[in-house]
């Protein structure tokens, strides 16, 4: 199958996505290349789909007393490099030159603060709800693209938020079929 996207090293912009700019990103500490992918996911509030709030989160205008959920994350400075929504578009809110701010306390491989050096993509979905057959292919075709982009990411650099931060996160959860998602990167 050809592979519609393309990642530019240089600008860290893939095509063809939307464009949602998030003020929550800054400059990677030396060496600066992204070196994994962290996989979340997202949903806001939690359980619904298709509404503007994780933009809205991202661009810090979610108005955080539309919801009660939305109190526990009030003034939460977040972002992700990239979103897959449920039927499959893509928004990239930083680009993955930048520090997108998604992992928190995190570490991979013994190597800390894994927003320095990974890229953060955003599934929109929860932990026990399966993801779309959409946003598989769409990843399926993102993450070749990305590995080509950047060769010190393989499919063995590509981990879940639940793997980095364990205890302290979950996304993105037993719903997500990472055979699945190695069987379609040509990786068992
Ligand atoms: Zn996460």
């Given at each position: 199958m050809q592979n519609t996207f393309e990642v530019s090293p240089d600008t860290g912009l893939i095509e063809p996505a939307m464009r949602c700019h998030s003020p929550n990103q800054d400059a990677r500490p030396p060496p600066a290349q992204p070196a994994m992918v962290v996989l979340h996911g997202i949903s806001l509030p939690p359980g619904k789909f298709g509404g503007p709030e994780i933009e809205a989160l991202f661009t810090n205008t979610l108005d955080f007393d539309a919801h009660p959920y939305f109190g526990e994350i009030r003034d939460l400075k977040v972002s992700a490099h990239i979103l897959i929504r449920r039927d499959g578009s893509l928004v990239q809110?930083?680009?993955?030159?930048e520090r997108a701010w998604h992992a928190g306390e995190s570490c991979f491989r013994g190597q800390s603060c894994c927003n320095d050096y990974s890229i953060g993509i955003e599934l929109e979905g929860e932990d026990e709800n399966a993801y779309d057959d959409r946003q598989y292919q769409v990843l399926q075709q993102i993450l070749p693209a990305i590995f080509a982009a950047y060769p010190a990411i393989t499919a063995r650099e590509v981990a879940g938020h639940c793997d980095i931060a364990p205890g302290r996160k979950t996304d993105p959860g037993p719903a997500f079929d990472w055979l699945r998602l190695y069987d379609g990167l040509g990786t068992s």
């Open positions: 809110f930083v680009p993955f030159t």
